[in-house]
Nanobody
Framework: QVQLVESGGGLVQPGGSLRLSCAAS?????????MDWYREAPGKQRELVAQ???????RYVDSVKGRFTISRDNDKNTGYLQMNSLKPEDTAVYYC??????????????????WGQGTQVTVSS
């Protein structure tokens, strides 16, 4: 069974940086087809922050454009969210979400979506 394990959250001062990681493991993984990062702040709905599709194209919510960068290392089956110039309003639990291809048989793959467990990011002085 595939799992997504997140790491890299923590407490950082305004203006600081963090890099979140999301590692896929287990099952018979062929590749990460697409990956997104969401965040959920207290009292707010979960928000899509960054997207990376199968061709590597990326999209960002306006509030993080120019500050956050989504990327993937396909050899490591790991995705990243580099967050720079962090602001207090970036404080939230961050979740990775991925569409992953696994080998169902030696000649056929299937795709399923998975969620990470979430990692807390707190931006405060």
């Amino acid at each position: 069974q595939v799992q997504l394990v997140e790491s890299g959250g923590g407490l950082v001062q305004p203006g600081g940086s963090l890099r979140l990681s999301c590692a896929a493991s287990g099952g018979d993984i062929d590749s990460i087809y697409a990956m997104d990062w969401y965040r959920e702040a207290p009292g707010k709905q979960r928000e899509l922050v960054a997207q990376s599709n199968s061709s590597g194209r990326t999209r960002y919510v306006d509030s993080v454009k120019g500050r956050f960068t989504i990327s993937r290392d396909n050899d490591k089956n790991t995705g990243y969210l580099q967050m720079n110039s962090l602001k207090p309003e970036d404080t939230a639990v961050y979740y990775c979400h991925a569409l992953i291809l696994t080998w169902e048989t030696p000649t056929r793959t299937k795709s399923e979506d998975y969620w990470g467990q979430g990692t807390q990011v707190t931006v405060s002085s």
